[in-house]
Structures are given as C-alpha cells and as structure tokens.
C-alpha cells in the first residue's frame, strides 16, 4: 500500500478555491487515489477518486500528476461547510486513512 | 444521508461488559466495513465482510468479533470492554465491485459513540 503525505492543516477563505495537495510516491500502478472528508464526529464522506486522468464531479476536481507520485484535490469555490478534515488515500483495496488534512475555511 | 443505518447512537457501559453495535448497510451494497476512531488514533480499520464472509482484517482485537448475517446487516461484538475502548465506531458499506478496480467507494454510517466508564 501507498502511504501518503498531507500537511497538518491549511485555511482557505471562503469562496476562494481550495488546492488540498497529497505525496503518494510510492503508490504502484494498480493504486487509485481516493479523497475523503470527515466534518466533525461524523461519518467520513466518499468525494472523488482517480487513477490517473484527472476527474472533476459535483464536489470537487482532482488533479493527478503524470507521474502519479502526487495530486491535488480542488474545492472550487470553498464554503464555510466545507470545514473538515480531508483523506488522501492510495489503496488498491481496503480504505487506510492517514492523517488528513485539518481545513479551515475562513470567512 | 449516507443511506447506512447505525445503532445505537451512544453506549455508556463498565469496563469488563460486552456490547454489540449494529450495522445495516444499504440497499444492494455487499460489503460492510467496521472502523474504529479515537482521539489519539484517528480512523482504524477493523474488519471488512463481504456478503456474509469475512474479506479483510485490520486492527480489530481478539476481545472484538464481527459477522455479517443473511440479510447483509453486520454486528460488532466487543467484549471485555476497557477504557481505551472508548470511541467512534463506524461502519460503511460498499456496492459490488464493477469494472477493473477491486474496490468502490464507501459510504459511512453516523457512527456509535461508545464510552467506557
């Protein structure tokens, strides 16, 4: 399995794009990229995934280097409730979550 | 609303009781997970079932026990409780595999918030 590397914490204002950025440098090639979100005691919640074109749904874009060793997750337009802490995986089966990434949207 | 259906909400029990946590997964997923999340450890996963057999194991003591009934609903069984074993207990579930990846995103439950006094 991949491990994966994200900052501790970040703080985006709000309305502005947030680029939530992930290490995964020793992800192979059958390891797809998966992003998270857990908002405060709740159940984590599924965002998007890719394995190595980037994708873009109703939440977010996320943004894979042609390497795979890195991507970026992107919430375009970033709202008070997107506050949460964010999960990068690379997992071929099941999820491990690290870590995450505290984000802060500020108003 | 993830759709998966967790009970109870909150337990208070003793040390050295047991307790069962409910999961029921939704409608047409195959596959129930169990993590558990504490302060300090963050997310753990502890056991993956997949239509009623076990697939995969992660951090889950021996005091802990799963299945996966008929009806595709999942229990958590932990017993000898101690006071490290207070924390968030999710579950998720996940649709049948499809295409080339072995693996399709999750969807959490609310959780169970378990305290041990």
């Known amino acids: 399995d991949a491990k994966t590397t994200q900052p501790t914490s970040m703080d985006c204002a709000e309305g502005r794009a947030a680029n939530l950025p992930c290490n995964h440098s020793?992800?192979?090639?059958?390891?797809?990229v998966y992003w998270y979100r857990q908002i405060h005691s709740q159940g984590p919640q599924y965002i998007i995934h890719g394995l190595k074109n980037n994708e873009t749904n109703e939440m977010a874009s996320l943004i894979i280097t042609e390497d795979r060793k890195s991507s970026t997750l992107i919430l375009p337009h970033a709202t008070l409730r997107d506050t949460a802490v964010y999960y990068c995986?690379?997992?071929?089966?099941?999820?491990?979550f690290g870590k995450g990434t505290r984000l802060h949207i500020l108003p | 609303d993830s759709g998966v259906t967790q009970t109870p909400k909150h337990l208070i029990t003793a040390t050295g009781q047991r307790v069962t946590l409910r999961c029921s997964p939704r409608s047409g997923d195959l596959s129930v997970y169990w993590y558990q999340q504490s302060l300090d450890q963050g997310l753990q996963f502890l056991i993956q079932?997949?239509?009623?057999?076990?697939?995969a194991k992660g951090n889950i003591l021996e005091r802990f026990s799963a299945q996966q009934f008929p009806d595709l609903h999942s229990e958590l069984n932990l017993s000898s409780l101690e006071l490290g074993d207070s924390a968030l207990y999710f579950c998720?579930?996940?649709?049948?595999?499809?295409?080339?990846?072995?693996?399709?995103?999750?969807?959490f439950g609310p959780g169970t918030r378990l305290t041990v006094l």
């Open positions: 020793t992800i192979s090639g059958n390891e797809y």
């Open positions: 995986i690379a997992r071929d089966d099941k999820i491990i």
């Open positions: 998720a579930s996940s649709p049948p595999t499809s295409g080339h990846s072995s693996y399709n995103e999750q969807f």
């Open positions: 079932y997949y239509n009623g057999e076990e697939r």
